[in-house]
């Protein structure tokens, strides 16, 4: 079995709530609730965390470094200067995609730096809880080594 740890960062615990006409309706719940569904679909299991804390996530990631295959995150606001967090990536060695619900390169200035973005394979930014549907969908395909999405 494939294994996959989704990360969700600081304040996405309030999706749903948190500037809607930006991040959506859909709360975490719901998301995780259609991703551990999607994953399922895809054959893959799927292993799901949301922290507030850099510190946290960091732990998270290093304690399932075995277990996992890949990892999807939304970093949030750590995305800007999380230097650690991209020290974590690099550290345990997995194919990892960045997603982002909007589009960061057309926000504020500071949003458009991502320093995580260089040890990803991929970010995946703007479309919404779709960014995290398409990022699953890309790095199951990178661990199976197919190039397109017809072969799932």
């Known amino acids: 079995m494939t294994n996959i740890l989704i990360i ?19 709360t975490i719940f719901q998301l995780n609730q259609m991703l551990a569904q999607k994953a399922r679909e895809l054959g893959v299991e799927a292993r799901f965390f949301q922290n507030n804390s850099e510190g946290k996530i960091i ?12 990892i999807i995150i939304n970093p949030g606001a750590l995305t800007h200067y999380s230097y650690s967090l991209r020290d974590a990536i690099v550290a345990v060695s997995k194919p990892a995609i960045e997603v982002h619900l909007s589009d960061i390169h057309k926000r504020e200035p500071f949003r458009k730096i ?4 260089e040890v990803c394979i991929d970010q995946i930014v703007g479309l919404g809880i779709q960014s995290y549907f398409k990022g699953l969908e890309k790095l199951v395909m990178h661990l199976r080594g197919t190039a397109s999405h017809d072969k799932l």
């Open 59 to 70: 732990d998270f990631i290093h304690k399932y470094r075995i277990w996992a295959h890949g």
């Open 8 to 26: 969700h960062g600081p304040n996405l615990n309030l999706l749903g709530e948190r500037e809607p006409e930006v991040y959506g309706s859909t």
């Open 114 to 117: 991502s320093v995580i973005k």
